[in-house]
């Protein structure tokens, strides 16, 4: 890689100070300023990294033009971005950037963030994430041949960069739509994409997994590479996965992006404080203080330690000292890593050559190259926020405002958190715990309360789950917080260390059901089967705000066993829609502030045929006698009769549902209840639904396996079914996964909005004709 001349640094420098003293839009100034390099001659693809010598001012000049060029962020607000990308618009693929020099490559850089800023911009999205790594990504697509060499992005929520270097920048109006690009690494959306992911802490098992295979497959090149943060290497997978790296000697490259942003958001209040939850990013603080960046040069002083043992033993005593091992090593290169770093993650000049000397290595000892990056960096608003911007909706580029409607009501999150706060001041035994996402869960609310009583355990969600089975040893009351998804990565501790031995940890899992645009990976599907089938726990979950009020009430005061309530993402229905739907009778019209207990394993009639809602009207009144009706005039015979039962929040599409139907057929008489409980199910109120109705439909937002197999399972052993008198439907999310688009366009394909609810009730009671295939096949 060839560098300009120092007289052209000096007159680019002389040019940027000019244009700094009167831009408006620094960055994209800057950029422009740095343009009146004369070209240098283009690089070849595999040229070894060559240093032309210069003086030591020129190399200070250029130091200090690197730092205008990349440093300067834009002042304002408002804030803008280039008006024409021209480097960007000529590189398609990976492919197209061998050509570029490195002027041009950080010219790239800087045309590609205002990219991604302005496409989240229009579409909401992971954002502060991509921001930080758009040099990185740069550099590695510059030094490294995708598809044939492997990069994963852990997490990869950061991949918008990459996406954009690797032919989807076109795609991005669509992302997170229905039918449009993941917001993560998908394997089947590109060969670009080497490993999928969503979840945390993966990516070094499947480079090394990758590593391992080329090996064995005798391929000509091995570059596999991991890109994981400072808070996913908190995940004991990443441990495990370095260990045995290390052990194997798997030719390996491992990025860690260390940015600080260990939780969402981290400064939560909690009982370690507000910085990072995790010991090992106050270590990489550590490094990061106590050692300078490394720049290209130091790097290649202790390059030997990659080198064969009898060049390693000639250079060994001066190698230690130049990398200070003589007093210990990192921890990383105690696992067997050879340790580069720290570098300055947003420096091209210094990253590309020190990842072309490790891409040429022939050495098969595992690398981990330490890289500090800023969160959000080049974009104020995010580098000021509290979360960095992490996640977002369409926002303003101008002032980095996010343009959101007015929500008719608290989300369900806000609700829980709020509820718990309400207990924790009566009960100074209850805790709660995290894993790293305090701002998802609604335990930063709760910490800005009670922070000694908050604990964020980091990306640990099998930590979180014993230790809280530890804390309830002791008679606290641990609420454990965890998405449904992540839940799943603690499923052993779950059965091990808390229910075997029927500990009274809360389980509380928000994101309950799909979840709309972040897609497959982490919906919460799979709870209800994979908690269902678990001795003493006990399952609940709230079909609207006023019920989680009161379940949370429940958790608090049930220390008989273990205790699951999970709860959607989204907001509540507010006073208007609980009156008028759900038929509550609320004083003044105000939903309760505080929850009251409900019995274990109690479902509850909110529905009676005609559209009495039974929560507010007397128990006496049924179809067949209310006054607006006529006497009989519903039900009278016990197949239209119809019991829906549902769990959950799709109670309110069943409400529509059966005054759609009835409104359809006077001869129909629809009962809607709301179970509450998955374990222990209300067998007296089944039973009576039975006994009363020739249809039983069940509804949930969960997969194959949960409530209505449940409830299936139980009519078949209390004979229900032996007279063929009961026709029965489970209404459940479909055996498929659920790619990124609206909760709405996510129930409308697992056929669980109202007009399949209402249609599922239509067929079986044959008040429609529904065609049969053959007739279907004549059509066609």
């Known amino acids: 890689m060839r560098f300009i001349s120092?007289?052209?640094?000096?007159?680019?420098?002389?040019?940027?100070?000019?244009?700094?003293?009167?831009?408006?839009?620094?960055?994209?100034?800057?950029?422009?300023?740095?343009?009146?390099?004369?070209?240098?001659?283009?690089?070849?693809?595999?040229a070894t990294t060559t240093t032309t010598t210069t003086t030591s001012k020129s190399s200070s000049v250029r130091t200090r033009l690197h730092?205008?060029?990349?440093?300067?962020?834009?002042s304002g607000p408002p804030y803008a971005?280039?008006?024409?990308?021209?480097?960007l618009d000529s590189v398609q693929y990976p492919r197209d950037m061998k050509r570029l020099d490195m002027r041009e490559l950080q010219q790239l850089a800087h045309e590609l963030r205002w990219e991604v800023i302005e496409s989240v911009s229009r579409t909401g999205g992971h954002f502060s994430s991509s921001l930080g790594v758009t040099e990185l990504t740069v550099a590695l697509h510059y030094v490294f041949d995708m598809p044939e060499d492997d990069i994963i992005w852990d997490v990869a929520h950061q991949c918008y960069p990459h996406k954009m270097l690797t032919g989807r920048r076109d795609r991005f109006p669509t992302l997170r739509q229905l039918g449009g690009l993941s917001g993560f690494?998908?394997?089947?959306?590109?060969?670009?994409?080497?490993?999928?992911?969503?979840?945390?802490?993966?990516?070094?098992?499947?480079?090394?997994?990758m590593s391992v295979a080329k090996s064995i497959l005798n391929r000509r090149r091995n570059n596999c590479i991991a890109v994981i943060g400072d808070g996913a290497i908190t995940g004991g997978m990443a441990y495990e996965a370095m260990n045995n790296a290390g052990y194997l000697s798997s030719r390996m490259i491992v990025v860690l992006n260390d940015n600080g942003q260990v939780s969402l958001p981290t400064?939560?209040?909690t009982a370690g404080g507000v910085r990072p939850a995790s010991q090992l990013s106050a270590y990489t603080s550590?490094?990061?203080?106590?050692?300078?960046?490394?720049?290209?040069?130091?790097f290649a002083k202790g390059l030997n330690r990659l080198f064969p043992e009898t060049v390693q033993d000639v250079n060994k005593r001066i190698d230690e000292y130049a990398r200070g091992l003589v007093t210990g090593g990192t921890i990383f290169e105690e696992l067997g890593f050879f340790y580069v770093g720290p570098i300055d993650g947003h420096d091209l000049e210094n990253m590309v050559p020190i990842l072309e000397k490790l891409?040429?290595?022939?050495?098969?000892?595992?690398?981990?190259?330490?890289?500090?990056?800023?969160?959000?960096?080049?974009?104020?608003?995010?580098?000021a926020a509290s979360d960095r911007m992490h996640g977002v909706g369409k926002f303003d580029i101008a002032t980095g405002v996010q343009v959101k409607g007015k929500a008719a009501a608290p989300s369900f999150t806000s609700i829980f958190a709020n509820a718990l706060i309400d207990a924790a001041t009566e009960d100074r035994a209850i805790v709660g715990i995290t894993a790293a996402m305090p701002g998802g869960t609604g335990m930063d609310i709760f910490g800005r309360r009670f922070p000694k009583r908050t604990f964020d355990v980091g990306i640990a969600e099998q930590h979180a789950v014993t230790f809280a089975a530890g804390m309830a040893c002791e008679g606290l009351k641990p609420f454990c917080c965890i998405y449904s998804t992540f839940m799943q990565r603690g499923y052993d501790q779950v059965v091990h260390d808390v229910a075997i031995q029927n500990l009274p940890v809360r389980m509380i899992l928000d994101r309950a059901g799909v979840v709309g645009n972040d897609g497959p990976t982490h919906h919460g599907c799979y709870d209800l089967a994979y908690l269902g089938c678990i001795p003493n726990l006990t399952i609940m979950s709230p079909s609207d705000e006023i019920e989680l009020r009161n379940m949370v009430a429940t958790c608090a005061d049930f220390d008989d066993g273990p205790s699951v309530l999970r709860y959607p993402r989204g907001v509540g229905y507010g006073a208007e829609k609980l009156q008028n739907l759900f038929g509550y009778d609320l004083e003044d019209g105000e939903i309760p502030t505080k929850g009251t207990t409900i019995e274990i394993g109690k479902g509850r009639i909110i529905r009676k045929p005609g559209g009495v809602r039974a929560?507010?009207?007397?128990?006496?009144?049924n179809g067949s006698s209310d006054s607006r009706l006529g006497p009989g005039s519903r039900g009278r015979k016990r197949e239209d009769r119809v019991a829906i039962l549902s769990l959950g929040t799709r109670l309110s599409e069943a409400l529509v549902a059966a005054d759609e139907a009835e409104n359809m057929n006077s001869d129909l008489a629809i009962t809607v209840a709301d179970a509450r409980f998955m374990k222990p199910l209300d067998l007296d109120l089944i039973r009576d639904l039975v006994k009363d109705n020739g249809i039983l439909i069940t509804v949930e937002e969960g997969s194959i396996g949960g409530f209505g197999d449940h409830v299936l399972h139980f009519l078949s052993l209390d004979g229900a079914l032996d007279d063929g008198r009961l026709k029965f439907r489970p209404m459940v999310l479909p055996d498929t996964y659920f790619e990124a688009a609206t909760q709405y366009e996510q129930y409308e394909m697992a056929g669980l909005n109202s007009h399949h609810i209402r249609g599922t009730v239509l067929r079986l009671a044959n008040k429609i004709d529904v065609p049969v295939l053959e007739e279907l096949e004549t059509v066609q």
């Open 6 to 46: 120092s007289t052209s640094v000096a007159a680019a420098a002389a040019a940027l100070t000019v244009a700094v003293a009167y831009t408006v839009v620094p960055v994209s100034t800057a950029f422009n300023a740095a343009r009146v390099f004369p070209p240098p001659s283009r690089p070849s693809h595999r």
């Open 185 to 209: 690494c998908k394997r089947k959306e590109s060969e670009y994409d080497s490993f999928g992911a969503g979840h945390s802490s993966t990516s070094i098992s499947a480079a090394q997994g």
């Open 81 to 87: 971005g280039p008006t024409s990308k021209p480097i």
């Open 359 to 383: 891409r040429d290595s022939d050495s098969n000892k595992p690398v981990l190259l330490h890289v500090k990056t800023t969160k959000g960096y080049g974009y104020p608003p995010a580098m």
């Open 286 to 298: 550590n490094l990061l203080v106590s050692k300078p960046f490394q720049n290209f040069r130091d």
């Open 267 to 269: 400064g939560t209040q």
């Open 615 to 621: 929560l507010s009207e007397g128990a006496a009144a």
């Open 67 to 74: 730092e205008a060029v990349n440093r300067i962020v834009p």
